[in-house]
Every structure is written in structure tokens, then in C-alpha cells.
């Protein structure tokens, strides 16, 4: 059984920073990609920053460009996502993503396993 276990939300005021972390386990082989998404209250799920696992290559939303980081570390099993310069507006339940049948999780059809979210509050 495949698992994919988030870790570091809270809650924080704005113009500060957090660190997510998303651990996979249960799978023979490391996935293609891993993506990071978020759903606010009322609001669809959607793609903040997502990662190719072997070439490393990175995409990160509009609204989190510049602000949000997302990494690997060595193994390609965890992956994280450092937010600075946090706002109101980035309040929203996160979920990790692992995908297996595609190369590039770019959307949430794209992505096999999913997190159980955590919840990112950021107070004005």
C-alpha cells in the first residue's frame, strides 16, 4: 500500500514562512513526479508547484512564483515545500501528489497518490 504523508502546516501570521513535507512509502520504485496542490474552502483543488523526480525540473503556480520552493531530497521519497512572504490568500488545506503514470503532474488527473492534506492558516 502506497503512502504519502504530509507534515509541517499550522498556522502562522502573514510575511512568514513554513515548511511542508510530504514522505512516500510502500512503492518498489520512486514516482515520475511529485506536486504539491491546495484547496481553499469553496474553491477547487489546485496545482501550486509540482516536480520531475529524475530531471528535476520545477513549475510553480502564479500566485506562488517566487514565493514557494519545492525540493527533493536525495532518496526522491520526500519531498518539501518551503513558503515565504505568506498572505491571507494562501490559507488552504495542502495535499501532496506522487504520480506514476505520467511524466509531468500537471494537473490532478496526473497524479496516482495523494496525501491526506494539511492545513495551512495564515492570519492577516
Known amino acids: 500500500q502506497v503512502n504519502l504523508v504530509e507534515s509541517g502546516g499550522g498556522s502562522v501570521q502573514a510575511g512568514g514562512s513554513l515548511k511542508l513535507s510530504c514522505g512516500v512509502s510502500g512503492h518498489s520504485r520512486t514516482s515520475n513526479c511529485m506536486a504539491w496542490f491546495r484547496q481553499a474552502p469553496g474553491k477547487e483543488r489546485e496545482l501550486v508547484a509540482n516536480?520531475?523526480?529524475?530531471?528535476?525540473?520545477?513549475f510553480y503556480g502564479d500566485s506562488v512564483e517566487g514565493r514557494f520552493t519545492i525540493s527533493l531530497d536525495d532518496t526522491k521519497r520526500t519531498m518539501y515545500l518551503q513558503m515565504n512572504s505568506l498572505n491571507p490568500e494562501d490559507t488552504a488545506q495542502y495535499y501532496c501528489?506522487?504520480?506514476?503514470?505520467?511524466?509531468?503532474?500537471?494537473?490532478?488527473?496526473?497524479?496516482?497518490?495523494w496525501g491526506q492534506g494539511i492545513q495551512v492558516t495564515v492570519s492577516s
Open positions: 501528489g506522487a504520480g506514476y503514470g505520467h511524466h509531468w503532474c500537471a494537473n490532478i488527473g496526473t497524479v496516482t497518490y
Open positions: 516536480i520531475h523526480t529524475r530531471y528535476i525540473k520545477t
